[in-house]
């Protein structure tokens, strides 16, 4: 699938790192180092704009081993670039770690994923089907 970008940072494009990965790492463009206090939020820019076609999602993600080793991860993953949107991606990082984290830039600070996605048309009903699940929510099925 081909996406127009528009690369407007120094770093290169969003790649995938290995031949079967769903994601590409993205990284931050930023004119000077950014620290992050413990439980402190932040919009990080990435210089990145694109044109999806409809019917996609580009969706932004944590990267693991910055949420493992750090405890800095996306706030509200996943985000979700709508194909209309044209504006700069930028990614909200949240620092849930109890040390301040400086985000350089070019650091690479969340991973990208292109995914298909249908829009719902509403069919009202008086009822629903049942299913052998029924009404069961939050831990319906155990917690083994």
Known sequence: MNIPIVNHSKHPLPAYATPLSAGMDIRANLDSPLTLAPMQRCLVPTGLHIALPAGYEAQIRPR???ALKRGVTVLN????IDADY???IRVILVNLSDEPFVIEDGERIAQMVIARHEQAVWQPADELDDTERGTGGFGHTGID
């Not at 993953?77 to 979700?80: C, H, L, R, V």
């Open 64 to 66: 693991s081993g910055l």
């Open 86 to 88: 044209r504006g700069e």
């Open 77 to 80: 993953a996943p985000g979700t």
